[in-house]
């Protein structure tokens, strides 16, 4: 989506390996959100973020962490204790108003090797 | 209780015939609804909001809400092969502030 950056495309974990993944907004957007979607499934909510230097919990954030230090950056680091990390990992931008719609980046696809 | 609920297909739809894809949540404070269209692959893209009971449209879509009964629907007339994607339905559920997303409905539209 225009305005938002996720890097990398592709990432590929090793056992007992910490990655970050990065977000990046200039859509001056207060919100961000992360999501996990595996195969077939939907969206789950991991943490989200609606002012710098706070964050929240999402439905699924054991094994994951974030940080808000920037209004444009929200990056997400899957720890090692994220025992089943693979899936396709989605952040979204929005304004604190949840009647306001989210708009996505274009994600990052995560592996084991 | 499952809080956004769609039918996960397929539903496979001739070409240039009407698509009628469906949605309820469980949430009856909720006041906004979105619609995204997912490309196998791809992040989701929002087509259509709606805030008010009754239909909005746009272009080739229509989307129709109904409040007492808690469900959306998303109508996509004179689909067209292109239309063949996921489309996924949230809802701002008023409890806790949040967007939730049903897990999608697959459409193939038939050439």
């Known amino acids: 989506d225009g305005g938002i950056t996720q890097s990398p495309k592709y990432l590929f974990r090793k056992e007992g390996q910490n990655v970050t993944l990065s977000c990046e907004q200039n859509?001056?957007?207060?919100?961000m959100y992360w999501y996990r979607q595996d195969p077939g499934q939907g969206l789950r909510l991991i943490y989200y973020?609606?002012?710098?230097?706070?964050?929240q919990k999402g439905d699924i954030a054991e094994g994951y962490s974030v940080s808000r230090e920037k209004k444009e950056s929200f990056p997400l680091t899957v720890t090692s204790a994220q025992k089943n990390p693979t899936a396709f990992y989605l952040c979204?931008?929005?304004?604190?108003?949840?009647?306001?719609?989210?708009?996505f980046g274009d994600g990052t696809r995560l592996s084991i090797l | 209780q499952k809080e956004v609920e769609q039918n996960s297909g397929p539903l496979s739809v001739p070409e240039g015939a009407i698509a009628s894809l469906n949605c309820t949540y469980s949430?009856?404070?909720?006041?906004?609804f979105f619609w995204y269209r997912q490309y196998s692959g791809k992040s989701p893209e929002l087509i259509m909001f709606i805030y008010s009971n009754g239909d909005k449209e746009d272009g080739r879509f229509t989307a129709q809400l109904n409040k007492a009964s808690q469900y959306v629907s998303l109508l996509i007339r004179d689909s067209q092969p292109s239309d063949s994607a996921t489309y996924l339905c949230a809802a701002e559920m008023n409890r806790d502030d949040k967007i939730i997303f049903g897990k999608g409905t697959r459409l193939h539209i038939l050439p």
């Open positions: 979204a931008t929005g304004t604190a108003n949840s009647n306001q719609p989210q708009h």
């Open positions: 949430d009856r404070g909720s006041q906004s």
């Open positions: 859509l001056n957007h207060d919100a």
């Open positions: 973020s609606q002012i710098v230097n706070d964050f």
